[in-house]
């Protein structure tokens, strides 16, 4: 019975230097995803009004809001403030992490 070669893996060697890589390639996923954890992303709204801070594991950290902004009659305001500076947080944070992912494995398209 013939041997098979499946796409120049066939060597033993061959195989344990795609077995290394693949090591080192998964320790540097780990370490940015690690490093995309720990940051912290900030957004606004409202010229300012309302901030948010993001961490990177997608967790509402910090909130700040004029008291200016503050008005009993329009409720409504304020809330589609505090949505525009989340969802703001959120976008850089995803932004930073497919920028990152991107960077270790430009090959591996929407992975990510």
Request: charged share 25%.
């Amino acid at each position: 019975m013939a041997r098979q070669n499946f796409g120049g893996f066939g060597g033993g060697g061959n195989m344990q230097q795609l077995m290394r890589q693949a090591q080192k390639m998964q320790q540097q996923l780990q370490e940015a995803q690690e490093k995309l954890e720990e940051a912290e992303y900030e957004a606004s709204a409202g010229g300012g009004m309302v901030s948010v801070k993001i961490s990177g594991k997608r967790e509402l950290t910090s909130i700040t809001i004029d008291p200016q902004v503050v008005d009993p009659d329009d409720i409504d305001m304020l809330q589609d403030l505090i949505m525009a500076a989340v969802n703001e947080g959120l976008r850089k944070g995803e932004e930073a992490r497919e920028a990152a992912m991107g960077r270790m494995a430009p090959g591996m398209g929407g992975l990510f």
